[in-house]
C-alpha cells in the first residue's frame, strides 16, 4: 500500500492530467450532434487498429518464457479485433438506418 502511496505522490501530475482529460472527454463528447456520432466512431474503432499492431509488437519482442507478457498481449490482440469489428458492424447498422426505404 505503502508503494502505491509512493507512486501517487511523485507522480500527481500525471492523476491531475488524467483526472482533467476525463472531464474535458466527457464535455467534448457531450457537445457533438448526433449526425457526427456516426463517423466518430468509425474513425475511433479505426484508430484501435494502432493497438492491435502494438500489442502484436510487444508479443514479438518479449521472452518466450515470459508467460505473463504473451498472455497480455494475446488478450489485448483479442479484445482489440473484437473492439474493431464489433464497432464496424455497429457503424453498419446506424448506416443502415439513413438509406432510403424501397
Known sequence: MNDIINFLGVHIEMVYILIFSIFVG???IGK??????TPLMSGANAIHGV???GSIIVM????TNNILLLSLG???VILGTLN?????VVTD???EMFKKKK
Open 32 to 37: 457533438v450532434p448526433s449526425v457526427l456520432h
Open 51 to 53: 493497438v492491435i499492431v
Open 93 to 95: 447498422r446506424m448506416l
Open 60 to 63: 514479438l519482442n518479449a521472452e
Open 84 to 88: 474493431v469489428v464489433g464497432g464496424f
Open 26 to 28: 466527457v464535455e467534448v
Open 74 to 76: 494475446f488478450l489485448a
